[in-house]
């Protein structure tokens, strides 16, 4: 159902379990189609060869037809016909091999467009909200979900898998990926893989590489050094590839260094290739590809979703030898043993309707677990449900629902026509009534926050004020601003002046800037936070779940902090053109001057303050930190529960590399989650890789422990280290 309130169309939908309970009896024609089950017997279908040695062997059977048929799409978004299963895309399989269609489908916090076909598709909560639970099992057990949901809707490739970092704060894509911190990202992307490729489908990892803004994506040339590259955005994607060991890599949209991404030799070559022993396929991003030679020798695999490359003038460059044959067959090998390795030859998807129930229960209890509670004022929070006796719960749609991020990861509501593009969608979650649920016997009243004058009035009469803001966010373009839209800054002084009890939940895909923090006594940041985030927040804000997550990213005071006060481009580009193609308008340079200094490392090496630091995030609990003993392998300390309920600490640890390095003042190291009831203690032993306290040396084109003095810092956030300690190497 459409609703039009304040010039955004919103897709709201009743949530009763009826509804979605109604979901699991779909008519035979809103199944999608059944896959292909050639009885094929070639020596390649022998499950005790490698995947290797199963691709050599079909490779040898395959004409050069064939082979040219593998190595790029059939078309986007449905466009193949009956033989597609409505996802991004197919890369049609050759069924006298036993070779499927390969079914790409959108699915980065859920999977798209399956409203298409009468489907129903979880919506889980953004995955900087899972980055935000800093908790590598949990990141499996999303990404094991979301495997499910694309084996029950019978796709077996995913392209979710976001892991460029926040070097851009106002990017419209940050809620898709995984924080400003390599290390962080990296290693929850990777398990989020894994999870993903436990259901036999093929995982992929992007957009590689620096597709860290999505102002003028496809005509934007990044520029920076190698080694600000390898310690920044590429520490993410090679945590996550040799890690997650991922079957493709999708390549981004810009230029880097002056070539385009996906035919960059230095990005596709010699690092993913080469030094990083990647074994599985790249693909470009959906129409990210320019060329057929130069794009095929600097190692791209794949042109999606279409052949105007890699079809017939692929065909003919090869016969022509402007491209060798063995370089076709290392493409095609690289696709073939990637379908072996993930299992879609021998266990393909049957199709089965979703159980909604089961992704419900764990998109709350990841929300639960990624919700930050940034203040708290004098106890403000949890709500006594059993004394407070009115409530005020204002803005943000809070009476209907919760909001999802756009583009190629927006999920359908349930019950929805698809969602179109940059349209925020508001799931129906609602904060009103998950906040009645918990407090029965108070009075809770609703205003829009349309008037902040009405609101506030509304907000002085109740005991307690909950005003919820939003900040809707979406590939295709970024915020110009930090600041919150629609004058909800206004709103929440406006409230806050009126009754000193004031809560602020944010829905956010990132950070934001709050020049009231001053003003209100608690604040949690929710992101945007799934199917079931009305029900999480209840549960934190009324004390049923003690928060525990840490922010993946800083919160800067106001733009003017930020190594550039403005998106880099954004003055060339014209209102809405954040997609624009190439010659459309002029390419331009996009210059990382701040290099290394990412998020934290910026505020860090410039000494500024930020509004709340990366890494921070509160507990209706305390815990104290003592004992450090540091090395340069491996770290212990204690950490004691000093409240009196029992909650999880995220336990941090940085180190700041001998001055010779010349890099920022600090990064992380490691980190873990520690249980403990009220009073208890546990010592943490914590290994520390050698890579994360390196530099990669231009000159050696290798990583290097430089000698010297490192100084180790515990604690639980980046601007909250008690615990320090020097080691020598």
Partial sequence: MNHYTRGRKLALVAATA???????FLPAWAQPPQPQTPAVHGPWMDKSLSPDKRADLVLAEMTLDEKIVLVHGAGGFGAAGSRSNGGAGMIAGIPRLGLPDLQLADSAVGVRSAADRGRYATLL????????????????????????????????????????????????????YQGEDPVLAGKMVAQLIRGLQSQNLIGDVKHYAFNDQETGRSIGNVKLGKRAMRETDLLAFEIAVTEGQPGMVM??????????????????????????GFQGFVLSDWGGTHSTAKAALAGLDNEEPGYRYFGDPLKTAVTNGDVPLARLDDMVHRIVRTEFAAGIVDDPPRGRVVDPFAGAELAQRIAEQASVLLKNDRGQ??????????IAVIGAHADSGVLSGGGSAQVDAPGADRARWNVPVWFPSSPLAAIRAKAPKAKVEFNDGADPAAAAALAKAAEIAIVFVNQPTSEGRDVPTLTLPDKQDDLVSAVA???????????TGGAVSMPWIGQVSAALEVWYPGICGAQAAANILFGDVNPSAKLPVTFPKTDADLPHPQIPGIDLIPAGG??????????????????????????????????????????????????????????????????????VEIVEVYAGLPAAANEPPKRLVAWDKVALAPGASKTVTLPLDPKFLSIFDEQKDDWSLLPGEYKILVGGSSRSTPLTAVVSH
């Fill in 381 to 390: 929070l949890p709500l006594n449900a059993a004394m407070v006796k009115s």
């Fill in 497 to 507: 002046a009126a009754n000193p009890h004031t809560i602020v939940v944010l829905e």
């Fill in 125 to 176: 909560p953004s995955t900087i909200g899972e980055a935000a639970t800093w908790d590598p099992k949990l990141a499996f057990e999303y990404g094991k979900l979301i495997g499910r949901e694309l084996r029950d809707q019978q796709y077996n490739v995913t392209l979710g898998g976001g892991v460029d970092i926040t070097r851009e704060p106002r990017n419209g894509r940050n809620f898709e």
């Fill in 251 to 276: 390549c981004s949209y810009n230029k880097v260094n002056g070539d385009w991404a996906c035919e960059n030799s230095y990005l596709l070559n010699s690092v993913l290739k080469k030094a990083w």
């Fill in 18 to 24: 009826g509804a979605v309970a109604a979901l699991a």
């Fill in 578 to 647: 954040g997609r624009g193609g190439r010659g459309r308008l002029p390419d331009f340079d996009i210059d990382y001057t701040e290099g290394l200094k990412v998020g934290y490392k910026w505020f860090d090496a410039e000494d500024k303050q930020p509004l709340f630091a990366f890494g921070h995030g509160l507990s209706y609990t305390s815990f104290a930190y003592s004992g450090l003993k540091a090395a340069i392998d491996s770290v212990s300390f204690t950490v004691r529960n000093t409240g009196k309920r029992a909650g």
